[in-house]
C-alpha cells in the first residue's frame, strides 16, 4: 500500500524565527540612531555653554585702595582659560568621530569624554577662586598684590560645569553606540564618478545620429566615446 506524501511544511516557524534573529538587530540600530541624536545635541550644547559662560562674570568684589573702594570683577576667561580650550577641542572631536572608523573613532570618542571630564573639574576648581581678583585689585592700585572684600561667586562656573558634563556624556555614548555610527565617506561619490566616467567611455551608436551629435556637443570622439575638447 502506497502512503500517502508528507503534508508540506508550513513557512510559518522559518518566518517567525527570521523575525526574531531580526528584531534585536532591528532594536540595537534604533538605540545607535538615538543615542547619536542625543550625544550631538548634548555635545553641541555642552560646548556652547561653556564658551557663553566663560564670557561671563564669574566673581565680583571690592578693592581696598589708600583712596577709598573700587569694585572689581572677573569674567571666566580671566578666572580660566582652560573650560573654553577643552570645549573647542570637545567639539572638534565630537566632528571628528564621524570622519574616522574603528579604533580611530573609539580613541577620538575616548578624547570627546576627557575634554568633557576636563571642562567640569577646570570649571568647578574656578567657582572659588581669588587670584582673578586680587590680580584685578593689583591693576587698579598698581601694586604688586591688591586686597579684595565683599567677594561674591556667581552661577556661571556652574554652568560651564554642566556644559563640560554634556560632553562627557557625548563622549562616553560614542564609546558605547559609536561603531554603529555611520561615517563620512566618498563611496557614493566615488561610484557616481565611475559612472559618469563609463557613460563618457561608452561609444554612441552609429545607426543614432542624434547620439553622435550629443557626443560632439560635449566634446567627445563620437567613434571612440573618450571626452577631449574640441578645436
Known amino acids: 500500500m502506497i502512503s500517502p506524501p508528507p503534508p508540506p511544511s508550513s513557512p510559518e516557524p522559518a ?11 532591528s532594536a540595537s540600530g534604533r538605540g545607535a540612531r538615538r543615542a547619536l541624536g542625543v550625544a550631538l545635541t548634548a555635545g553641541a550644547l555642552g560646548a556652547a555653554a561653556v564658551l557663553v559662560a566663560a564670557g561671563q562674570v564669574w566673581s565680583e568684589g571690592t578693592a581696598v585702595l589708600a583712596q577709598g ?11 580660566t582659560g582652560l573650560p573654553s580650550a577643552l570645549a573647542l577641542v570637545g567639539l572638534a572631536a565630537l566632528v571628528a568621530v564621524f570622519a574616522v572608523r574603528r579604533a580611530g573613532r573609539t580613541l577620538v570618542a575616548a578624547l570627546l569624554a576627557l575634554c568633557g571630564a576636563g571642562t567640569a573639574v577646570a570649571a568647578l576648581l574656578g567657582a572659588g ?5 586680587e590680580a584685578e585689585a593689583a591693576r587698579a592700585s598698581g601694586l604688586t598684590r591688591g586686597t579684595v572684600e565683599a567677594v561674591s561667586f556667581g552661577v556661571w562656573p556652574y554652568v560651564a560645569a554642566l556644559g563640560g558634563v554634556l560632553l562627557l556624556a557625548a563622549g562616553l555614548l560614542a564609546l558605547r553606540h559609536g561603531r554603529r555610527w555611520p561615517a ?9 564618478g565611475a ?18 551629435w550629443r557626443a560632439l ?14 578645436p
Not at 69 to 79: D, I, N, Q
Not at 129 to 133: G, I, Q
Not at 217 to 230: A, H, I, K, L, Q
Open 129 to 133: 577662586d581669588r587670584s582673578a581678583l
Open 217 to 230: 556637443d560635449r566634446g567627445e570622439d563620437p567613434t571612440t566615446g573618450s571626452g577631449g575638447n574640441r
Open 184 to 192: 563620512m565617506s566618498g563611496r557614493h561619490e566615488r561610484a557616481g
Open 195 to 212: 559612472r559618469a566616467g563609463a557613460a563618457r567611455r561608452t561609444a554612441p551608436d552609429p545607426d543614432r545620429p542624434e547620439e553622435l
Open 69 to 79: 573702594e573700587v569694585p572689581v570683577r572677573a569674567e571666566g576667561s580671566e578666572v
Open 15 to 25: 518566518a517567525s524565527a527570521a523575525a526574531s534573529a531580526s528584531g534585536p538587530a
